[in-house]
């Protein structure tokens, strides 16, 4: 389970069976929303990806980062991003991965700059915390990814949602997910 084009496929069967589970007991979702991995799982159960068509996305994409192992880390940062922010001067490859909640963000980098990071924000008694990966995602490292998606995902051929459908990749339009959008989710 600690590798990534393992972990991520068994997430997604796990919040598909979840959600399934729920709408099996009568529990059904006014809308969906996720993010990274997760907007693969909820496209699908708004109804605008087949099963195969996610299990497609998410087995070409987890198996796609594998191949970054050893190029990145990532790091959870207990604060808003405009705390982390400045530091992009001094850090360059540092990039913002996810803003999880108003006061907790995810960092993506190489690994010395996750490392001096972290050192800095608990020398200061923030919890920060290094992700038990080696990549970093929603980062510049995976743009050597795109031409590999954008082919093999090319056949991604999704419908209109029936349960509405909020994107966390694109929030402000109504996108259309196919190959390119999958893309951007991971970018």
Do not use: C
């Not at 970054?68 to 850090?91: C, D, K, N, V």
Request: charged residues 10%; negative net charge.
């Amino acid at each position: 389970l600690d590798r990534v084009d393992v972990i991520q496929p068994t997430l997604f069967a796990l919040m598909t069976a979840l959600a399934r589970t729920w709408q099996h007991h009568g529990i059904h979702p006014d809308a969906v929303i996720g993010h990274s991995q997760g907007e693969i799982a909820a496209a699908h159960i708004a109804g605008a990806l087949t099963l195969n068509q996610a299990a497609k996305i998410i087995a070409v994409r987890s198996k796609a980062l594998h191949t970054l192992t050893g190029t990145g880390a990532m790091a959870a940062i207990p604060l808003p991003p405009h705390h982390i922010t400045p530091h992009q001067h001094h850090h360059p490859d540092l990039h913002i991965a996810a803003h999880n909640s108003p006061h907790h963000t995810i960092i993506s980098a190489n690994p010395d700059t996750i490392d001096t990071l972290i050192t800095h924000y608990q020398q200061q008694g923030i919890n920060a915390r290094k992700l038990p990966v080696t990549y970093a995602s929603h980062h510049p490292h995976t743009e050597q990814l795109r031409d590999h998606l954008l082919t093999t995902l090319a056949d991604i051929t999704p419908t209109t949602p029936t349960i509405p459908f909020h994107s966390t990749t694109h929030p402000h339009t109504t996108p259309t997910l196919n190959n390119h959008y999958w893309y951007d989710n991971l970018r």
